[in-house]
């Protein structure tokens, strides 16, 4: 996909079938009028464009909802540098969504997240990226939705981009990191955001991180080869001994990955739960993780999906794919093979988001 040009902040892609508003029944001479527009007509024959244009493309009531997927905001890069040589536009997400059966994807921004070391900065980072994946939202209707970043470990900063990503931009839910730096969700200090999440009965995006204690451990391995999915482990370790799950169980929490190690591990920290701290899970620290949501992204090789599908039930289980930091194909085909019902697949590809997302059943 070819950027036309930068304006205002945002990229503005050049026009090509698949982001022309077919989907809300533009006619054909609207269609015509635009491609003249564009001089299109220039480059391909226009009865070829008219024909992809109508392409019915997934369908919108029964494909996937694609929980783990991540938008790159042209200011993100800008701004911090990084994910430079990702080349993600909105019409190659919903150019690779139509290729798979997805219908519906939420964006979120991808790890190391919004906060580098200045609480202001991370504030602007975080509204500039919000307001791009709303506009992103609204612009495609039916095809995203919003986790909302917020500039975590900043406290007060937090609360006031949760009040606007919902109250103005109506965010479907929150995203938010396994760790900041070496501080993990549970800490007493982030007891002011997750009240407020409780309060608004936030969906909770928890996407994997590297702590700093653990970037470099082994010279020549990145975080994302194993530490991420230790580090999810972690988070949950931290939320269960400081009381957060118990304390605030309106919130619906999504780890990614098929919960990294955490499915293969429970059993041990059950057993090895300090016993002083029992007061923090009244209800049993199994119950408090067998409640969480857990989606499948790059984690759906017959190991990770067989211990996840023997902790949870199949109602906790959603469909994600880390696009574009990974394949689509990584996580669709292994999912296809691992010998599911027709009902848990379509549960797991579609029906239990759509209980936390009722706004994507149409
Ligand atoms: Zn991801």
């Avoid at 500039?151 to 931009?169: M, R, V």
């Amino acid at each position: 996909m070819k950027r036309e040009r930068f304006e205002n902040g945002n990229w503005i892609d050049a026009v090509r079938p698949e982001v022309m508003p077919f989907a809300s029944g533009a006619s054909r001479r609207e269609l015509l009028k635009m491609l003249a527009a564009v001089g299109a007509g220039a480059m391909f024959p226009v009865g070829n464009l008219i024909a992809q244009a109508a392409r019915p493309g997934v369908n919108l009531k029964t494909g996937r909802i694609d929980v783990h997927h991540h938008a790159n905001p042209p200011i993100y890069v800008k701004t911090t540098g990084r994910f430079a040589n990702w080349t993600w536009t909105p019409a190659e997400s919903i150019e690779q969504m139509d290729k798979y059966g997805i219908a519906t994807a939420l964006l979120s921004i991808t790890q190391p997240g919004i906060w580098f070391g200045d609480d202001q900065k991370a504030r602007v980072l975080a509204r500039q990226c919000n307001d791009y994946m709303a506009q992103t939202v609204q612009d495609h209707p039916g095809r995203f939705g919003l986790f909302a970043a917020i500039p975590l470990p900043d406290q007060e900063g937090s609360l006031k981009e949760i009040e606007y990503a919902y109250d103005t931009l109506k965010a479907d839910g929150i995203g938010l990191l396994t760790s900041y730096m070496d501080r993990w969700p549970g800490d007493p200090a982030f007891v002011p955001v997750f009240e407020e999440l409780n309060r608004r009965n936030a969906v909770v995006f928890i996407h994997a991180n590297g702590p700093s204690c653990c970037q470099n451990l082994i010279p020549g391995i990145t975080p994302t080869m194993a530490e991420f999915d230790f580090d999810t482990t972690r988070c949950v370790e931290s939320l269960l001994v400081n009381g957060t799950l118990a304390r605030f169980p309106n919130m619906k929490l999504i780890f990614v990955h098929s919960g990294g190690t955490l499915p293969v591990l429970a059993g041990r920290i059950n057993d090895r739960f300090p016993k002083d701290r029992m007061d923090k899970v009244p209800n049993g620290v199994l119950y408090e993780i067998k409640k969480l949501y857990y989606e499948v992204a790059h984690a759906t090789y017959a190991a990770p999906l067989a211990a996840l599908t023997h902790f949870v039930p199949t109602s906790q289980i959603l469909f994600g794919t880390d696009y574009p930091a990974e394949p689509i194909p990584t996580t669709v085909d292994p999912l296809a093979h691992f010998g599911l019902s027709a009902k848990d697949l379509h549960a797991i590809d579609r029906g239990n988001a759509e209980r936390l997302f009722p706004r994507f059943k149409v």
